[in-house]
Nanobody, 124 residues
Framework: VQLVESGGGSVQPGGSLKLSCAAS????????MGWFRQAPGKEREAVAA????????YYLDSVKGRFAISRDNAVNTLYLQMNSLKPEDTAIYYC???????????????????WGQGTQVTVS
C-alpha cells in the first residue's frame, strides 16, 4: 500500500486547506484510514480517522467542528477539509492506513500499518 499526501501549504489564521491522500496497492484488508500530525518538538497525534465499519469518525478535540474527514472509495482517496485554521494547527500532516478493530480506529488509535511521506501545513 502506498499513500501520497498533497494539499498542504501556508495559510493565514482563519483560512482553509483541503488535504488529499491518494492510496494505491492492495487495499482490500485496509479498514481504517486517518490523518495524524506532528508539530516540532511534539509527539505525533491523531487528528481524524474513519473506519469502513460505519461508526462515527474520530476527531481530536481541538479540531472538532473545524475539520472534516471524508473518503472517496471510487478513487481511493482520503481527504481532510480544514477550516478556521489556527497557528496551533501548524504541523506536518500524515495519512495512515491499517487493519484494526472499529473501536480502536474510532478512538483515534495509532496506526502502525502504512504511512505517507507527510505534507507541511503552516498557519501564520
Amino acid at each position: 500500500v502506498q499513500l501520497v499526501e498533497s494539499g498542504g501549504g501556508s495559510v493565514q489564521p482563519g483560512g482553509s486547506l483541503k488535504l488529499s491522500c491518494a492510496a494505491s496497492g492492495y487495499m482490500y484488508n485496509i479498514n481504517c484510514m486517518g490523518w495524524f500530525r506532528q508539530a516540532p518538538g511534539k509527539e505525533r497525534e491523531a487528528v481524524a480517522a474513519m473506519h469502513t465499519g460505519g461508526s462515527s469518525p474520530y476527531y481530536l478535540d481541538s479540531v472538532k467542528g473545524r475539520f472534516a474527514i471524508s473518503r472517496d472509495n471510487a478513487v481511493n482517496t482520503l481527504y481532510l477539509q480544514m477550516n478556521s485554521l489556527k497557528p496551533e494547527d501548524t504541523a506536518i500532516y500524515y495519512c495512515a492506513a491499517d487493519s484494526v478493530p472499529l473501536t480502536y480506529c474510532s478512538g483515534g488509535g495509532y496506526l502502525r500499518g502504512y504511512w505517507g511521506q507527510g505534507t507541511q501545513v503552516t498557519v501564520s
